[in-house]
């Protein structure tokens, strides 16, 4: 199957068409200020790969859909994707309003924020933190080449993708990274994890305001799809744009094989709203209300077989509450901005 366009409008297109592990040990300090060095100057050349190789494989992924579905009639499902046991998912899913463990300790918050990025934040993101963070990190599983050590005197985080910093530091910091992710405890304890942006605050405001246009637009074309179920909940997350783009595209494509009930649109970003953070998680079952077998193993192979921005951090099938089979899909923090306007940001 050949799509042509962006991936907004293959999206489109495809709507209307469609009628457990122990954590390592903490890090290192020798590894980790390696780190710091090395990747001070490797994350620029990445940077300029990954932008353009995004948008290759934002035009080819529909397609990459449709070939799945061939390969899992013939070899069965994939296991490529890290598959958890099944809510596992949702112990790092915290209240949006507010900032979460509001009322522990620094050491309390400062834990709390290193779970949630171990379970939420992309494995390929670099992120840079305090040497205090950044212990807390490796203790809950973070690989030590992730991180940056982020002296108290930065005024910058040069080769990181996200930070995870004090108010104090994030008021030095804001301008390289003014998208908050999470925001962990309250007052002396407050600890945020933001996203590093290119091209500043300004740039960031309008990619945002752009992307929530066209994730709100993309939705509306999926709720008149005959092949997709949303209660009026979802709906309304839909129309108003809080579904991750990358979502919002699997589900076209899932939708141009099956017909799908939407069950919920997950939430796990704490003190954030679903415009600026949005859901990065789908439970989705047979629209019939029967679960068929072959239609999950269809959807779950297609979904494993993905890659990147497609490829979902986790995906597994769970047991709803009616007693139906349903399938889980969660992808990684930060959400992408101007993936459907056919172009990521470096």
């Known amino acids: 199957m050949q799509f042509t366009g962006s991936p907004r409008q293959q999206a489109e297109e495809t709507a209307r068409s469609a009628a457990p592990e122990s954590p390592p040990g903490v890090p290192s300090w020798g590894p980790v200020l390696a780190t710091t060095i090395r990747l001070w100057a490797a994350r620029r050349l990445h940077r300029l790969r990954r932008s353009r190789r995004a948008l290759l494989i934002a035009i080819c992924v529909l397609a990459m859909g449709a070939a799945a579905v061939v390969v899992v009639r013939s070899t069965g499902t994939s296991s490529r994707a890290r598959v958890p046991a099944p809510g596992r998912a949702n112990q790092h899913q915290l209240p949006r309003s507010g900032s979460a463990g509001s009322s522990g300790g620094v050491g309390t918050v400062r834990s709390q924020a290193a779970a949630w990025m171990a379970g939420q934040v992309g494995s390929d993101e670099t992120i840079a933190c305090d040497p205090f963070m950044c212990t807390a990190l490796g203790a809950h599983g973070v690989a030590s080449s992730r991180l940056l050590s982020l002296p108290s005197s930065a005024s910058s985080a040069s080769g990181a993708d996200v930070i995870v910093a004090s108010p104090s530091a994030d008021a030095r910091l804001s301008e390289d990274a003014p998208r908050l992710l999470a925001s962990f405890g309250s007052g002396a304890s407050l600890t945020e994890v933001r996203a590093i942006s290119p091209g500043g605050a300004a740039a960031y405001q309008a ?19 005959r092949r ?18 990358r979502l919002l595209v699997m589900l076209a494509v899932l939708a141009s094989q099956h017909s799908w009930r939407v069950i ?17 998680q789908v439970i989705i079952a047979d629209a019939g209300g029967r679960g068929e077998a072959a239609g999950l193993a269809a959807a779950l192979a297609v979904v494993r077989a993905q890659h990147a921005p497609y490829q979902p951090a986790q995906v597994t099938t769970v047991r709803l509450a009616d007693g139906q089979t349903g399938l889980r899909i969660d992808f990684a923090a930060p959400s992408p901005l101007g993936l459907l306007a056919g172009s990521v940001p470096g």
């Open 207 to 225: 990619a945002l305001r752009s992307d929530l246009a066209d994730r709100g637009s993309v939705g509306a074309q999926l709720m008149r799809s």
């Open 264 to 280: 919920t649109f997950g939430d796990a970003s704490p003190g954030v709203s679903s415009t600026e953070a949005p859901y990065r």
């Open 228 to 245: 997709i179920e949303v209660s009026v909940l979802g709906a309304g997350q839909l129309e108003a744009g809080e579904v991750d783009s």
